[in-house]
C-alpha cells in the first residue's frame, strides 16, 4: 500500500483515543473545500512504505490506541481490509474516514469486526450534494452508506465541513430528518489553507454554527462544533 501521510500522534482524530492518522491518496470526490486535495492523486509517490507503517505502529504500541486511516477516500485502496487486519493483530483500534460512497467495503468492514469507529462526511442535503462536492455522484451509495451507520450506532460518526457557499438552515433542516436518530455529529467550519482548491467560500461564524447544531439536536444524540 502507498501512504502519502502520517501523522505519528492525534488527540483529534480519533475521539476519546490517542491515535496515529495514516492519509491514502486518491479520492473520486472533487470538493472545493477540501483540505487535502494535495492527494487527489493516488499516483503520486508514496511518503511511506506499508513495512514501514507497520515498524512504526510496533515501536509505539502501549502509547498509542488506535489508527485512523484517511484520505482522499481510503476505501478505495482495495488492500486498505489487509492493512487493517494486519494493524488490528498489533490490538490497535480502528478509525475509517469515508466520503459514503462505498457502502459495499462499509458492508464488509461491519460483516467481519474489521472496525471501532467509521466516520462519514455528509457533505450537504442531498440535493446540493453535487454542487457541493464538484461532481455528479449516485446519491443511491450516500444512502445506503448513512443507513448501514444509523444501523451500527455504537460505531456511527457523521461531520459537515460547513461553508457560506454551500450550506445554510435548510441545509440541516434536511441533513437533520435524514439522519434523525443518529449518535453522533460533527460540524467542522470551512478553513482557508494553501491546499485548499477554492478560497472563496467563506467561513461560518460562530452564531451561524450555533444555529445550525440547534437544528441538528432536534433529532440527533450528540451535535458538536469543532474547531
Given at each position: 500500500m502507498k501512504i502519502h501521510g502520517l501523522?505519528?500522534?492525534?488527540?483529534?482524530?480519533?475521539?476519546?483515543?490517542?491515535?496515529?492518522?495514516?492519509?491514502?491518496?486518491?479520492?473520486?470526490?472533487?470538493?472545493?473545500?477540501?483540505?487535502?486535495?494535495?492527494?487527489?492523486?493516488?499516483?503520486?509517490?508514496?511518503?511511506?512504505?506499508e513495512e514501514e507503517l507497520y515498524q512504526f505502529l510496533e515501536e509505539r504500541r502501549g502509547f498509542l490506541e488506535g489508527v485512523c486511516f484517511t484520505g482522499g477516500e481510503p476505501l478505495l485502496r482495495r488492500d486498505l481490509p489487509d492493512v487493517i487486519r494486519r494493524v488490528?493483530?498489533?490490538?490497535?483500534?480502528?478509525?475509517?474516514?469515508?466520503?459514503?460512497l462505498h457502502p459495499d467495503i462499509l458492508q464488509q468492514f461491519l460483516d467481519e469486526h474489521l472496525v471501532d469507529r467509521i466516520a462519514m462526511d455528509i457533505k450537504n442535503e442531498p440535493d446540493r450534494y453535487a454542487e457541493t462536492v464538484g461532481i455528479s455522484v449516485d446519491l443511491?451509495?450516500?444512502?445506503?452508506?448513512?443507513?448501514?451507520l444509523l444501523a451500527n450506532p455504537s460505531l456511527a460518526e457523521f461531520r459537515t465541513t460547513v461553508t457560506n457557499a454551500f450550506h445554510d438552515c435548510h441545509s440541516f433542516m434536511v441533513i437533520a430528518d435524514w439522519l434523525a436518530g443518529a449518535?453522533?455529529?460533527?460540524?467542522?467550519?470551512?478553513?482557508?489553507?494553501?491546499?485548499?482548491?477554492?478560497?472563496?467560500?467563506?467561513t461560518p461564524t460562530k452564531e451561524a454554527l450555533k444555529a445550525y447544531a440547534a437544528i441538528l439536536r432536534q433529532t440527533i444524540t450528540h451535535v458538536e462544533i469543532r474547531g
Open positions: 501523522q505519528k500522534c492525534s488527540l483529534l482524530d480519533f475521539p476519546g483515543h490517542t491515535a496515529a492518522t495514516v492519509f491514502l491518496g486518491g479520492c473520486d470526490m472533487r470538493c472545493p473545500y477540501c483540505h487535502n486535495a494535495e492527494i487527489w492523486d493516488a499516483s503520486l509517490p508514496a511518503l511511506l512504505e488490528r493483530s498489533m490490538d490497535y483500534l480502528i478509525k475509517v474516514d469515508t466520503n459514503g443511491s451509495r450516500i444512502r445506503r452508506s448513512v443507513s448501514l449518535p453522533f455529529f460533527a460540524l467542522q467550519p470551512f478553513k482557508v489553507t494553501e491546499f485548499v482548491p477554492d478560497q472563496t467560500l467563506g
